[in-house]
């Protein structure tokens, strides 16, 4: 989905978010500026901020010495943009960041602070998705490795009984 061009107003508080161009990027990133401080990211947006090498100073120069409103973190929200219920996932793997995730069109908003906690936790988006496979590796690797075993099993027994089958029936 493109860049919106028009004012949204914040899922986590209702105020109008400030569009602010990010030059390095050519895109606006909307942010509640006058309200809680999230930040709103259009499709695949998120991505050219979340890892510690991309340029976010512009975000915290928007961002720096305010007071901002405090908000319920686990209160459902609306997407900005397409108006569905968007999904909260958790980013981070020690400790929790909730970010609400739109299906609908793509969107994510984080709340205040949330963005440089994600990237302080890994340096690139490589690093994270390794900590994460060791991660899901440590928490299901015993079931997992148990149900490949199992796959592998039954798949041994059709190769089997397909030569057993073609055998009897004189195929080669």
Same mark, same amino acid.
């Given at each position: ?26 895109? *606006? ?10 930040? $709103? ?8 901020? *979340? ?37 909260? *996932? ?18 994510k908003f984080l709340d205040y602070e949330e963005l440089e906690k994600i990237r302080a936790? $890994? ?27 199992? !796959?592998?099993?039954?798949?041994? !027994? ?6 057993? $089958? $073609? ?6």
């Amino acid at each position: 989905m493109a860049d919106t061009k028009e004012i949204i107003n914040c899922p986590a508080c209702g105020k109008p978010m400030e569009k602010v161009y990010i030059p390095s990027e050519g895109i *606006n990133v909307d942010i509640c500026t006058e309200g809680c401080g999230g930040i $709103f990211f259009d499709n695949r947006e998120f991505d050219k901020f *979340n890892e510690q090498n991309e340029d976010i100073s512009t975000i915290i120069k928007k961002l720096q010495n305010k007071t901002y409103t405090q908000v319920e973190s686990d209160k459902q929200r609306l997407c900005p943009i397409c108006g569905i219920k968007m999904v909260q *996932n958790t980013k981070k793997i020690n400790g929790s960041i909730v970010v609400d995730d739109c299906y609908g069109c793509g969107g994510k908003f984080l709340d205040y602070e949330e963005l440089e906690k994600i990237r302080a936790e $890994f340096a690139t988006d490589n690093d994270r998705s390794r900590a994460t496979m060791a991660y899901l590796n440590k928490k299901v690797g015993k079931e997992l490795s148990a149900l490949d075993m199992k !796959h592998q099993d039954i798949k041994m !027994h059709q190769s089997v009984g397909q030569k057993l $089958f $073609f055998s009897l029936m004189g195929i080669k």
